[in-house]
C-alpha cells in the first residue's frame, strides 16, 4: 500500500495529509497555524524556521497510528513569491518577504518601466531590489534565492532547486522557453545571476529525502521528493484543472483565479499573470490581495455570528440598492493599487444595516476576481465550469453570488486541502514514473453532488454593479486620482 504525503506551506498555517491513490483516500491529516509578523504598513513577513517546525509538527499528526514505513514520497505546496535569501553557509539572513508585503512598491514600478510589462510588489524581483537599497548588508551577504517551498524542499533533500510553477511568479523567468532571463536578473543585480538555483522540470523530482529530515519527520529516508510547486498550481493538480476549460476560483486570505492553458497568454496589463503550471503547461492566473477577509471584517464589527450575518444578506438584492464596497483594506494587488484603503460609498438612510455592508463586501471581492474571467475569455481562454475552493466556498451565499457574477456553474471539489492533495498526487506520479498531468486526469477528483448554477436573470444587475464598482475604484484610486496622489 504506498502512501505519499502532502505538505501545503501557506500564509496562515501549514496543512499536511497522507493519502492512498489507489484507494482514492486520505487516511491522515494535521494541521499547525502561526501569523505573520508586521512593524509597518504593508510589511508582512515569516521566520522559516516556523515553516520547518510546522511540517514537523503537521507531518507526524498526520502519520499518526498509521504505517510511515509505507510513504513513498512528499510533494509540497507553497505560498507564492516569498523571498528567502540565504547566506554563503546556507543560512537564512533574516525573515521571509511574503508575497502580501507591499513595501517593494516603488521597486515595482521601476521594473515595470526596465521590463516594459507590469510588475506588482508581490513579485520576488521586487523584493529584492527593494533589500539591495534598504539592507545593503544583508543582500551583499546573499548567496541563494529561495521561494517557500523550495526552502522546504531543500530542507528535506539538501538540493537547491526550483521549478517553472512557484519561479514564474518572480518576475524572472523567460516565458518561452522557460529559462532564467538573465537580462531581468541584472537590472536588479548581476550578482543575483549567481544566486538563482537550476530549474526542474515538473516531471522531475527536486531529491530524496536525506537522513537528518527524514527523523524529525518519522518517514524513511530516501523516498522521492517531487519538486513541488506555487500553492495555485498545486491546488490544479488538487482539483483535477489539468485540462482548458475548467476555471479554479479560491476564497481564501487571497483570491486567485487560475486555470490550465496549453499556450502562453501574455496580458499587457498586468490583471492575468503568465505564470506556469506544474505539469509543464501554463496556469493564467490572477491574485487579490483581499478576499474572504474583507466580509470577515464586517462581521466582527457587527458582533454577529456567520449563520445571523448571512442570513442577513441573503435578503438584500443584488447590486445592494447602489452601495459599493470598494474591498482595498491592505491596498491591492489587482489593479495594481498597493496605496489603496477600503471604501464603502453609495450610503442613504438606512442602507448601513449590517446585512446590506457584508453583500455589498461580497460584492467588492467578486467584482475583482471576475475581472479576471474577462481577460481570460478576451485571450482566448473560454471557462464552461467553476470550481471553487478555499474558506470562502464554504458560504452559501457566496457561492450564489459567485454564479451570478460570473454567469457560470460551480463545481466544489470534496477535499478541502486541494494543495496538499496535489503535493500528494504529484509524488506519486512521479515515484511512479508517470507525467503528472496524464496521472491526474485518469486519477480523476472528488467532487460535490449537482453544481450551483447561474440565475440569467440578474445578469444585468451583477454587469451594473460590477461597471459602478470598477468606476468609483478608478476614480478614487487610478492613475492621476486624489487617492493615489495622496499615498
Request: hydrophobic share 40%.
Amino acid at each position: 500500500m504506498p502512501l505519499y504525503l502532502g505538505l501545503d506551506v501557506g500564509t496562515s498555517g501549514t496543512k499536511a495529509l497522507l493519502y492512498d491513490p489507489d484507494k482514492k483516500q486520505v487516511l491522515g491529516r494535521g494541521s499547525v497555524a502561526y501569523g505573520v509578523q508586521s512593524s509597518r504598513a504593508g510589511e508582512a513577513e515569516q521566520d522559516p524556521a516556523i515553516w520547518i517546525e510546522a511540517v514537523c509538527t503537521a507531518s507526524r499528526q498526520a502519520l499518526q497510528g498509521l504505517p510511515a514505513a509505507q510513504v513513498r514520497g512528499i510533494g509540497v505546496s507553497g505560498q507564492q513569491h516569498g523571498m528567502v535569501v540565504l547566506d554563503k553557509d546556507n543560512m537564512v539572513l533574516q525573515p521571509a518577504k511574503l508575497w502580501c508585503d507591499v513595501t517593494s512598491a516603488e521597486e515595482a514600478e521601476e521594473l515595470s518601466r526596465v521590463y516594459g510589462t507590469t510588475l506588482v510588489p508581490s513579485f520576488t524581483a521586487t523584493k529584492l531590489l527593494w533589500l539591495k537599497r534598504h539592507e545593503p548588508d544583508v543582500f551583499a551577504q546573499v548567496a541563494t534565492v529561495l521561494l517557500p517551498h523550495n526552502y522546504i524542499n531543500f530542507w528535506l533533500t539538501g538540493e537547491a532547486v526550483m521549478e517553472a510553477s512557484d519561479a514564474s511568479g518572480m518576475g524572472f523567468l523567460s516565458e518561452n522557453p522557460r529559462l532564467w532571463d538573465w537580462e531581468r536578473v541584472k537590472a536588479v543585480d548581476p550578482r543575483l545571476c549567481d544566486c538563482l538555483p537550476p530549474l526542474r522540470s515538473a516531471n522531475e523530482p527536486a531529491g530524496r529525502l536525506q537522513p537528518d529530515a527524514a527523523e524529525r519527520l518519522g518517514l524513511p529516508a530516501g523516498i522521492v521528493v517531487g519538486p513541488g510547486g506555487g500553492d495555485n498550481a498545486m491546488a490544479a493538480l488538487g482539483v483535477g484543472a489539468v485540462e482548458e476549460g475548467t476555471l479554479v476560483l479560491s476564497l481564501g486570505t487571497s483570491g486567485t483565479l487560475f486555470g490550465p492553458s496549453m499556450g502562453l497568454i501574455e496580458d499587457p496589463t498586468g490583471i492575468i499573470c503568465p505564470f506556469a503550471d506544474a505539469t509543464g503547461a501554463w496556469l493564467p492566473l490572477l491574485c487579490i490581495i483581499n478576499c474572504a477577509g474583507v466580509p470577515e471584517e464586517v462581521r466582527q464589527a457587527h458582533g454577529l455570528s456567520h449563520e445571523e450575518i448571512t442570513e442577513l444578506a441573503s435578503r438584500e438584492q443584488p447590486g445592494c440598492d447602489g452601495v459599493t464596497f470598494l474591498p482595498f483594506l491592505g491596498g491591492e494587488r489587482t489593479p495594481n493599487w498597493p496605496h489603496a484603503s477600503g471604501a464603502l460609498l453609495g450610503l442613504r438612510v438606512g442602507s448601513s444595516r449590517p446585512g446590506l455592508v457584508y453583500r455589498a463586501a461580497l460584492e467588492g471581492v467578486t467584482f475583482l476576481l471576475a475581472a479576471g474571467k474577462e481577460r481570460l475569455r478576451a485571450h482566448g481562454l473560454v471557462p464552461d465550469e467553476l470550481r471553487v475552493v478555499g474558506g470562502g466556498a464554504r458560504n452559501r451565499l457566496w457561492r450564489r453570488i459567485v454564479a451570478d457574477a460570473f454567469q457560470l456553474p460551480l463545481r466544489f471539489p470534496l477535499e478541502p486541502e486541494a494543495a496538499a492533495l496535489g503535493g500528494a498526487l504529484q509524488a506519486a506520479a512521479i515515484d511512479r514514473g508517470q507525467r503528472v498531468g496524464k496521472f491526474v486526469s485518469s486519477h480523476g477528483i472528488a467532487l460535490e453532488e449537482g453544481a450551483t448554477l447561474p440565475d440569467p436573470g440578474v445578469a444585468g444587475a451583477y454587469r451594473a454593479a460590477m461597471q459602478r464598482s470598477r468606476a468609483l475604484g478608478q476614480a478614487l484610486f487610478g492613475e492621476g486620482s486624489p487617492g493615489k496622489g495622496a499615498h
